[in-house]
């Protein structure tokens, strides 16, 4: 991959944590938001409490990461200290939204990723297409953007989001970072048209591995195909592609890490940029067959954590809190818990 800074082994940084009192809020503010999506009868979730972010899964499948033999020395740690290794991984892909629209919707696109190491640590990788960076700078931006997104989508306004959208985020965080907001999310959303989950980029927030701030990252395979293989324009044409594809061979993707060099460039504490460090490949994800309707139905049921199998760093702090009190929040669903994940994936 191309970027303007070299390689380093990621040192050097300064973490900033929000404090206990700007945690609590955001705790409660899932909640909030978990139950007003519940109750709304805009919604489809007919009362039961879901996922927060993320409800609409295009494809639940399992297949296989794979680490690489020669990973950058600064890298081998954690889940990736065993090189080479393979280890079975529950995938989900899904649009961005709290509650399910047709795939043709403006919205972001999310891969999460299990895992268990040979030592048994689980392991999540959660990532989403929008650019390499987040629309906010900090927890508490996203979370004003969430509130605002589920009070329209609940309240069933969603042929005038666009325009809600543009005066509820002026008025609650003023008109410059407002404005920000709002071009990062059409220029992500609007305006780049996925032709196929298969062919996005993807990008998780910044963790701690050893003594080194990361960002991983997947990329597709050269071996993937361009275009979107199914009718462009049906409401699931991405669920449709992706099991297209799967029913003629693999989907793979590759498995980057970037590696921190300095905060103007590759900053902790703004998840707003988008890290200009080298992206370097240190394994492959690869599902190998469309899954069966059982198989999703579990997947559906995971918890997925991105401070599982890292140290948070920056936003990873406040994703791990609220992505846990999120899970707590949906248990009347099923959802699976990290034992159950574990035997799920055969691992010891």
Same mark, same amino acid.
């Given at each position: 991959m191309n970027s303007t800074q070299s390689a380093s082994d990621g040192t050097g940084w300064v973490d900033k944590l929000?404090?206990?009192?700007?945690?609590?809020?955001?705790? &409660?503010?899932? +909640?909030?938001?978990?139950?007003?999506?519940?109750? &709304?009868?805009?919604?489809?979730?007919?009362?039961?409490?879901?996922?927060?972010?993320?409800?609409?899964?295009?494809?639940?499948?399992?297949? =296989?990461?794979?680490?690489?033999?020669?990973?950058?020395?600064?890298?081998?740690? +954690?889940?990736?200290?065993?090189?080479?290794? =393979?280890?079975?991984?529950?995938?989900?892909i899904s649009n961005g939204q709290p509650c399910p629209q047709a795939d043709t919707a403006s919205d972001v696109r999310g891969i999460a990723l299990k895992f268990f190491t040979e030592e048994g640590v689980e392991t999540d990788l959660l990532l989403t297409n929008e650019g390499g960076r987040s629309h906010a700078r900090n927890a508490v931006q996203f979370m004003a953007v969430a509130d605002i997104i589920v009070a329209l989508l609940a309240e069933g306004t969603v042929s005038g989001i666009a325009q809600g959208l543009r005066e509820m985020m002026m008025a609650k965080l003023g008109p410059v970072e407002g404005a920000r907001i709002l071009a990062v999310l059409l220029k992500e959303t609007k305006v780049h048209h996925v032709d196929s989950v298969a062919t996005e980029h993807y990008w998780g927030s910044v963790v701690q591995l050893g003594q080194a701030a990361i960002k991983y990252s997947l990329h597709p395979h050269p071996s993937t195909s361009a275009g979107t293989n199914a009718e462009r324009h049906g409401d699931n044409y991405l669920r449709a592609d992706i099991f297209n594809r799967l029913e003629q061979g693999p989907v793979k993707w590759q498995l980057g890490v970037q590696f921190f060099v300095d905060e103007a460039t590759t900053p902790v504490n703004d998840a707003s940029i988008a890290w200009k460090s080298d992206v370097m490949m240190i394994g492959e994800i690869e599902l190998d067959t469309p899954p069966s309707a059982d198989d999703e139905a579990r997947i559906d049921r995971l918890a997925f954590n991105p401070a599982n199998g890292f140290a948070p760093l920056g936003i990873t702090h406040a994703r791990q809190d609220v992505y846990a009190a999120s899970a707590a929040n949906r248990k009347g669903r099923g959802v699976m818990s990290s034992d159950e994940a574990r035997a799920m994936l055969g691992a010891h």
């Open positions: 929000d404090d206990a009192a700007t945690l609590a809020m955001l705790v &409660s503010a899932i +909640g909030a938001q978990q139950t007003k999506l519940a109750a &709304s009868s805009h919604t489809g979730l007919s009362g039961q409490v879901d996922r927060a972010q993320h409800q609409k899964q295009l494809l639940g499948a399992f297949g =296989t990461i794979r680490i690489a033999d020669d990973i950058p020395e600064a890298a081998r740690l +954690g889940p990736f200290a065993k090189h080479p290794a =393979t280890y079975r991984i529950a995938c989900r």
